[in-house]
């Protein structure tokens, strides 16, 4: 407790604890003051499918200052679910995700943590644990709230896409096409003559190509995407990130060039 009251700061504390002033004074020009406060503890001890737990909180209305994870245990079932559901190229079957959506999204925790990951999620690569802990208030270890959200957003993926990844895949197959054989034109026909002219035409050529095609693909993929989750609530709905992607295309596309 005393290092949660020391890292939480005094305002903190104030809230907590009633401090009374009892002593204030001068020592080589500085002031000080003394307050003295008393708060009651609490050790709570439950048992939990046959396990058992103790909770250590102060203050009224109790604050836990050390918190089991008890949700460790009470997800154990869903974790090995998703482990087992994964393929050994760390991808899960949609027909599974959705089994898995509709088996949990009455789960409260589950299913205001999925809700939380389509509300809030940016990057495919972002990992939500905090407010899953947040939503268990803290009654879960940092590793189990890792791995969970982890695995909840390839669900979120399967069941809410936020991309058509064979759309993307065909049209960035035709920009990667249009690319060499530019690439391939200028160097047969112009280059020798007009290094630095033919060099800007190829660019101004597959610079609008990437671009058309891109304007097509997003288009495309946001029309699936849109019809894909018309399936589930709106709540449930991650926002499309076709920016994705096209930030990867346009990586490549100056290598290829």
Known sequence: MGH??????VIFCQEKIAFDHVKSGTINDSNYFVYYGKVA???QHFQLQGKNYTCYAFSNPPYPFVRPAIFDDIFADELNFLEQALSNKNKIDKKKAFVFFKRYANQPILERTMREIAKYRRTSNENLAKRLENICLGFIS?????KL???LNKI?????????QVTWQIFTFF???VTLLTTENVLETSFKNHPISSIFVGAVITLLATFIFSALAWLISSIIVFWQQRKIPSEYRQKMRNREPFQRLSKIVPLVF
Request: aromatic residues 6%.
């Open 4 to 9: 949660l009251l020391n890292q939480s700061g």
């Open 41 to 43: 503890s609490l050790e």
């Open 142 to 146: 940092q590793k189990m709230s890792t």
């Open 149 to 151: 959200t982890h695995y």
């Open 156 to 164: 979120m993926d399967k069941v809410s896409p936020v991309y058509s």
């Open 175 to 177: 920009i990667l096409l």
